[in-house]
């Protein structure tokens, strides 16, 4: 099997898939925001936001380029996300700056352990790539500094997104027999991120964001249980306010296959 590892940015070849070396290693979230590879002890039990199908994160930045004909649909994966980092709807979990390069190859996964105090919800999990804040910074040592608009465009602080997905509560026991959950109740999300070859590099750090809607990729929940829907009605279509847990016996985290060794001091 080949592959464009990103992050290098080579080709590798692999005679087994995943290959036999990759280790999955849990990264957690804690209730500080931040994301370690020791599982919590101490905190707060959960961080919460407040989710409205009524102004759902978008899955770009606004305003949003047409995607055809000849639009960027094909790039949007690529997209920075720091449009999303500061809504009130969208918890963010950052890690310290990697001392080393960590390589990641393989099938990536997030665990989540949530409630929502509605009774259907999506959760989105984002594993990001943060580029230093200096990442590109020698176009501007001059003394004029950089020109309008230069430090935008930019890898300076980029968040590049590595795997992004979502999993709809009312199929979390069975894609064929959907059912209602329980208000308030924390239960165990998980959510497959499919397979990847990527390296962050040495003074990056990793980011997870994890959000309720993502429009228009992903159509509305109304967080409501209802039979269908996409025959609900407009107040059907209902605020929750979704928690993320981050306890010793609800650890929140997403399973990276890691390469090269542990981690563990890696991003503290």
């Not at 959950?181 to 994890?210: E, Y």
Request: contains cysteine; aromatic residues 12%.
């Amino acid at each position: 099997m080949k592959t464009f590892q990103s992050g290098s940015n080579t080709w590798h070849t692999y005679d087994k898939w995943p290959p036999p070396g990759a280790v999955a290693t849990s990264l957690y979230l804690q209730s500080e925001g931040v994301l370690t590879f020791e599982p919590p002890s101490e905190g707060n039990a959960y961080r919460e936001y407040l989710s409205d199908p009524a102004n759902p994160v978008p899955y770009r930045a606004r305003p949003i380029s047409p995607t055809y004909p000849g639009g960027d649909w094909p790039t949007w994966e690529t997209d920075d996300q720091r449009f999303a980092v500061h809504r009130p709807d969208v918890l963010t979990y950052v890690s310290a700056p990697l001392d080393k390069d960590l390589v990641v190859t393989g099938k990536l996964e997030a665990n989540l352990y949530a409630s929502t105090s509605g009774t259907d919800s999506d959760f989105v999990v984002k594993v990001i790539d943060v580029f230093p804040e200096d990442a590109q910074d020698a176009a501007w040592k001059a003394d004029d500094g950089p020109a309008p608009g230069q430090y935008s465009k930019s890898l300076n602080g980029y968040q590049l997104p590595i795997a992004m997905e979502v999993r709809r509560g009312r199929y979390l026991k069975s894609f064929e027999k959907p059912e209602a959950l329980q208000s308030g109740v924390p239960v165990l999300w998980n959510i497959p991120l499919r397979d990847r070859d990527h390296v962050f590099r040495k003074g990056h750090r990793i980011m997870v964001q994890v959000q309720s809607t993502w429009f228009p990729l992903i159509d509305r929940n109304t967080q409501e249980y209802v039979p269908s829907i996409y025959q609900a009605a407009k107040e059907d279509f209902v605020k929750a306010t979704q928690r993320v847990y981050c306890t010793p016996t609800m650890p929140s985290h997403v399973v990276l296959p890691v390469i090269g060794g542990n981690p563990g001091h890696s991003a503290r």
